[in-house]
């Protein structure tokens, strides 16, 4: 079945500083990459998605990529506010079966 | 308003009873997930169900119990053969991939 590790399990940046957050999965057959947002004591929310056919797209300040041969992706968040401040998820679904699964969470926290 | 509701948000059982959380959607998917949250393990995948009357064991499925007898409902069973049932329940619902989230109920046994 699908594996996917995620990096780091916390992270804490400046204010206004960039975040990075890196995943890699293991079955070639995945093509749908999500990313989810946290917040305490909620449930997650989808905050952006890429699928296998693309190698970059970008919400705003949120940005996601996607290296298929290497099979791994990325968020990126750039000017980091406050409000950014929550647990992030990734996750690798296969169309083929809608088993969703998720990485184990990065612990984001933007210093003030 | 179109979402996936979880009740209660907060539940205590004594230790050996069975207790059932309730997931209803009305988003018309046909995809639907339980997921445990223990701190620091992320989410791990309970059971899933592609359609009605129909679901699979996912990764930590021992102890645990559903059923899909309607498009809108996934109700979970957590039996007394779950040894260590404390932890946060998520239920999600998804079409094309695209899952989204109940607010979880936080269990709790004593």
């Known amino acids: 079945g699908e594996n996917v590790e995620q990096h780091p399990s916390t992270l804490s940046v400046q204010e206004g500083d960039s975040a990075v957050i890196k995943c890699t999965y293991s079955?070639?057959?995945?093509?749908?990459f999500p990313w989810y947002k946290q917040e305490l004591g909620k449930g997650p929310q989808l905050i952006i998605d890429i699928r296998s056919n693309v190698g970059e797209k970008k919400d705003q300040r949120i940005a996601v990529t996607l290296n298929k041969t290497a099979k791994h992706f990325s968020l990126h968040i750039t000017e980091t506010q406050p409000e950014d401040s929550a647990v992030y998820f990734c996750?690798?679904?296969?169309?083929?079966?809608?088993?969703?699964?998720f990485g184990t969470g990065t612990r984001l926290t933007i210093i003030p | 308003d179109g979402g996936i509701t979880q009740s209660p948000k907060y539940l205590f059982r004594k230790e050996g009873q069975n207790v059932t959380l309730s997931c209803e959607q009305n988003?018309?998917?046909?995809?639907m997930y339980w997921y445990r949250q223990d701190p620091g393990q992320g989410l791990r995948l309970i059971y899933y169900s592609q359609i009605v009357n129909d679901f699979q064991k996912g990764d930590i499925a021992e102890g645990y119990s559903v059923s899909r007898e309607k498009k809108e409902s996934f109700p979970l069973t957590v039996t007394s053969a779950q040894k260590n049932p404390t932890a946060f329940y998520l239920c999600?619902?998804?079409?094309?991939?695209?899952?989204?989230f109940g607010q979880g109920t936080r269990l709790t046994v004593v």
């Open positions: 999600a619902s998804s079409i094309a991939g695209v899952a989204f």
């Open positions: 079955d070639s057959a995945s093509n749908y």
């Open positions: 996750a690798a679904i296969d169309f083929g079966n809608e088993k969703l699964t």
């Open positions: 988003l018309n998917h046909d995809a």
